[in-house]
């Protein structure tokens, strides 16, 4: 049956084994993170040499997973079969065969990475209900923000309100690469003082805490021209780090949420958060850029950002550098 991470870990670390654990889905986080503990923590290392086998789809055929799987496991209790990489197997529909009548014996799991099953298939139905189906969908960007402060939260560490929107703009959507970057700012905070502040992360991982898309799209919806050119023009000047595109979807974002804020009824802090997909403490930030962007200039800024997305990929404008055409974009939102 279809669970969460947290409920397989929890059974996981009870010793509650399954005999099937098919992990699918478009985000690999959860799905290594649940092989990794089965491959670490079932058998012991004594045992792990004869009863634990890992194999690769392009290596392997079906056939061959369920005659291993049939086998029993020598002097331990269980024996551990994972199929690394299994969306590329052949027919896999024909594990069916197997997932009807496991091995109690035998812990399979099958990492079927990037894909997920038809849920039309006798394969996908028998595994949601006879065995364990977990399925790891890739999180919006507007839902990274919420989980990299509760990742932070899980291990007692506090961050600056902005930290995790800074993270996001940066990183995206890769929760290995999120969580490896956190873990390498963990490692340096203080024992006394464990907090993330915008220093350390550009310190650490050279996210500049001045020069970002988050502080762009605040420096716009508060309409400081001075700071947002001066942005701008670092942006210019390090266009690799700074790809117009991404500075582009980011000012997008914000103004499209501004205008649903501007059409919102209930414009208390908890129903704004809720509404925009925000946290509360960037409310205000709306606030404030809804009394400088009214509808109809809101409806404009979205208007030239289209305009100007579609020229920063050379449609309609061939000669400006990615530069020169944020500069004016910029310029001519901020005089709108």
């Keep these: 049956m279809p669970v969460s991470y947290d409920e397989i870990i929890s059974d996981l670390k009870k010793r509650i084994y399954k005999p099937v654990y098919f992990l699918a889905g478009e985000e690999p ?46 002097m331990s209790s269980h024996q551990v079969v994972i199929i690394r990489e299994a969306q590329t197997l052949k027919k896999i529909e024909d594990l069916v065969v197997y997932v009807e009548k496991p091995l109690p014996s035998t812990i399979l799991v099958i990492n079927y990475k990037y894909k997920i099953l038809d ?25 990274v923000p919420a989980w990299i402060d509760r990742y932070m939260m899980a291990k007692g560490i506090k961050s600056e309100p902005s930290v995790s929107a800074m993270l996001t703009e940066y990183l995206g959507t890769d929760l290995h690469k999120i969580a490896n970057e956190l873990e390498k700012l963990i490692i340096t905070l203080p024992a006394e003082k464990p907090l993330i502040t915008t220093a350390l992360i550009e310190k650490n991982i050279g996210i500049s805490k001045d020069y970002n898309n988050f502080e762009l799209q605040k420096a716009v919806g508060e309409r400081n021209i001075l700071k947002a050119n001066m942005i701008v023009h670092h942006f210019a000047n390090n266009p690799k780090d700074n790809p117009i595109t991404l500075t582009i979807a980011s000012l997008f ?9 501007h059409y919102l ?23 404030a850029a809804a009394s400088v962007y009214n509808v109809a200039k809101t409806v404009r800024v979205i208007s030239l950002l ?23 974009l910029i310029f001519k939102i901020l005089h709108i």
Excluded: C, H, W
């Design 29 to 74: 986080y959860y799905i290594d993170l649940i092989t990794e503990f089965i491959e670490k923590n079932v058998l012991d290392e004594s045992e792990r040499s004869f009863n634990q086998l890992i194999l690769y789809g392009d290596d392997t055929s079906v056939a061959s997973i369920i005659e291993i799987s049939r086998r029993f496991p020598m």
């Design 265 to 287: 009824r209930d414009k208390s802090k908890n129903n704004v958060a809720s509404a925009l997909k925000i946290n509360s403490f960037f409310v205000k930030d709306y606030e």
């Design 119 to 143: 849920k039309r298939t006798r394969l996908y139905k028998v595994l949601n209900s006879q065995a364990v189906y977990f399925e790891s969908s890739r999180l919006r960007d507007y839902q």
């Design 306 to 328: 289209r305009s100007y997305d579609m020229k920063s990929k050379g449609f309609g404008d061939l000669s400006s550098e990615p530069g020169d055409l944020l500069k004016e």
């Design 253 to 261: 974002s914000y103004f499209s949420k501004l205008l649903t804020y």
